[in-house]
């Protein structure tokens, strides 16, 4: 019955946020005019037709995969109470390279794939490393170095590809890299649709979801069920109890800036293998930021952090449709905006009902009365609040006042 509860209020938070977004998304389509169940029928239509439906999945599904990647880079950090926020730039100087690099060599089909992932995967680590290695060094907070980070990545990304890296011709309106060979090219799961019975879509399904799977099952089980997720997640509680426990705090700040990049280096490659075969000044941007949005819906949890992706993803297809009904697309960005802002909220709601239900439980176990007042927190969320909704105390790492979830 605990467990129960425990789950309903981990839910509540991240339902409470969905529910105030359209709340608000409605009032304000109301405002401009149109009428909002008639805009909420229009994001819900996936067509008539099973060919359009099945094509509006695989559209969902292809937007969900780097969605859910970004969520994942976004996750990791914050179970060890750091904010990466340099996911961002983090995957586009991933991708360039791995674009450059995967066109300038030739290899059998798999093992060519498996270089442009893995040059992707360390490119990411190590763009991530530098905010570890300046947290632990200097005590530079990893939310200022990743942000510059990201200014950089971006400037370093344009230089790259309109200069050793372009492989466009001189006058072209759009600037690529050169084009990735077939051997490169990451296998569509179409063939899987039908082979279900369903209709041929005109957009190929990513075969990247599967990798997007694994990466997702293998991050679960690493921080869920071994030592290192263990002592990443001891850390974030308490560096100091985790150091006097043998665990070397500064070294886990590191390895964990590590895996978040390296699981960063891989958001670029669905569009990339799949789709793009080259990097361009079109290559789909902001996947980084919104990955933040993405963890917190899905409270750092692998299945939140991936029905967090299928609804952004669901609502970036629904921009489309809008315009077509003349209801303006920037209903989109609301309602992501007002899910960002209401989770928050909803969170520290949540958290509040589990204290006082842990309090209760506590005083029926003791006989004693439990705290009316709510003793843990009760002036708001102040700076005791984490970015999942958490507690936070001292990382304990030397020269930061940066904090950790506990």
């Not at 990201?150 to 309109?162: C, E, P, Q, R």
């Not at 361009?280 to 993405?294: D, H, K, N, Q, Y």
Request: glycine share 12%; aromatic share 6%.
């Amino acid at each position: 019955m605990n467990r129960l509860r425990s789950t309903g209020l981990a839910l509540l938070g991240p339902a409470l946020a969905v529910l105030v977004a359209l709340v608000i998304s409605a009032l304000v389509i109301a405002v401009i005019g149109e009428n909002p169940l008639r805009a909420l029928q229009v994001m819900t239509d996936l067509g008539d037709a099973p060919s359009q439906q099945v094509q509006s999945i695989v559209v969902i599904l292809n937007r969900a995969v780097p969605l859910f990647l970004a969520g994942l880079a976004v996750s990791i950090a914050f179970r060890m109470g750091l904010f990466n926020i340099g996911v961002e730039g983090q995957y586009r100087v991933a991708t360039i390279v791995a674009a450059a690099v995967g066109a300038a060599v030739a290899l059998p089909g798999p093992l060519h794939v498996l270089l442009v992932i893995v040059v992707a995967m360390a490119v990411g680590a190590l763009w991530a490393g530098i905010v570890g290695v300046l947290k632990v060094t200097r005590g530079v907070s990893e939310v200022i170095s990743s942000i510059m980070l990201n200014f950089i990545a971006l400037g370093l990304a344009s230089y790259l590809l309109t200069g050793p890296f372009r492989g466009s011709p001189e006058g072209a309106s759009i600037i690529t890299t050169t084009p990735l060979p077939e051997s490169a090219w990451f296998p569509g799961l179409n063939g899987v649709l039908g082979a279900f019975g369903l209709a041929e879509p005109r957009t190929e399904l990513f075969g990247f979801l599967i990798v997007a799977v694994v990466v997702g099952i293998a991050i679960a089980v690493l921080i869920q069920r071994t030592r290192f997720g263990f002592d990443l997640r001891a850390t974030g509680i308490s560096a100091s109890a985790a150091t006097a426990s043998g665990v070397d705090a500064r070294r886990m700040v590191v390895t964990t800036m590590l895996l978040s990049g390296a699981v960063a280096g891989l958001i670029g490659l669905p569009d990339l293998l799949g789709d793009a075969r080259a990097f361009g000044t079109e290559f789909t941007a902001g996947l980084g930021f919104l990955g933040i949005a993405v963890a917190l819906l899905g409270r750092n949890n692998v299945l939140g952090i991936a029905l967090a992706a299928l609804l952004f993803a669901f609502l970036d297809r629904a921009a489309l449709p809008l315009q077509f009904a003349d209801i303006p697309a920037s209903v989109v960005t609301i309602i992501q905006g007002t899910i960002v802002l209401a989770v928050v909220i909803a969170n520290e709601i949540a958290r509040r009902l589990a204290l006082r239900s842990a309090e209760r439980s506590g005083a029926e176990a003791t006989g004693a009365p439990p705290d009316p007042g709510g003793s843990a927190d009760p002036g708001g969320p102040g700076p005791g609040t984490g970015p999942d909704g958490g507690h936070r105390v001292r990382t304990g790492v030397p020269g930061s006042s940066e904090e950790a979830r506990a």
